[in-house]
């Protein structure tokens, strides 16, 4: 008896898991047309953004439409956000203006870090396969070529953490 009331129980839990994952998808297929409309990162390219010291560490990666936020260098404790819409169409527009291929060549203007006088910062751009990362520059001072994405970064994690 005991068995059949087991059997009969998982019989209607997987036809209620069946119905619910209609339903999920469902939903997933209008927010997806949704977000095709809107203008976002492709799914494989990855923005990173990484400063470091001896006692200093900071990490913050874009994937679509969430950000990534980690001060533990074993990555142990990861922070994910919603990437905020007000802020995603100016970060997009920034992104266009940077040439990813040309990111290794961008000229540094200080080398503090070299004496850990500030911390060893750099921004890499992953699309797909290809891997483009910039030389190594100070943290609060970086390239001209890419400083304002670097400064949008940054104050897109400040608002972020303060919400």
């Not at 492709?42 to 953004?49: A, G, L, R």
Request: proline content about 4%; hydrophobic content about 40%.
């Amino acid at each position: 008896m005991k068995l059949i009331l087991c059997m009969l129980f998982m019989l209607i839990s997987a036809k209620e898991c069946d119905e619910n994952k209609t339903e999920v998808s469902e939903n997933t297929l209008s927010g997806v047309e949704a977000n095709a409309q809107q203008q976002m990162l492709s799914e494989n390219e990855t923005i990173t953004y990484q400063a470091t010291t001896r006692g200093f560490f900071l990490k913050i990666w874009i994937e679509g439409d969430l950000i990534m936020v980690s001060n533990d260098y074993s990555l142990k404790t990861v922070e994910t956000y919603a990437f905020p819409s007000e802020e995603k169409e100016a970060f997009l527009n920034l992104i266009d203006t940077v040439d990813a291929t040309s990111l290794p060549e961008v000229d540094v203007k200080s080398t503090s870090f070299q004496t850990d006088v500030a911390p060893m910062a750099f921004l890499q751009i992953s699309e797909g396969k290809n891997i483009y990362k910039s030389k190594p520059f100070d943290h609060g001072n970086p390239p001209e070529a890419i400083s304002a994405m670097v400064e949008k970064i940054l104050s897109i994690k400040t608002l972020i953490e303060n919400q």
